[in-house]
């Protein structure tokens, strides 16, 4: 047995693991212990935008 007849099995394994992955990592983002954390950085770009500290506008 050669490498060559090897790769069609390699190919399959590949799409497998990649699959699994996507499954984790969408497991792990949308977990819901995480929503709060997750639902803070979606208003991120909400939030004012006002220097900290005395910024040179004077806000």
């Known amino acids: 047995m050669s490498l060559i007849d090897l ?13 699994l992955v996507f499954l984790g990592v969408i497991t792990w983002t949308l977990w819901p212990g995480r929503r709060r954390e997750l639902e803070a950085r979606g208003r991120i770009p909400l939030d004012d935008d006002q220097p900290q500290g005395g910024g040179r506008h004077g806000h």
């Open 7 to 19: 790769l069609p099995q390699a190919r399959s394994l590949w799409t497998v693991w990649f699959f």
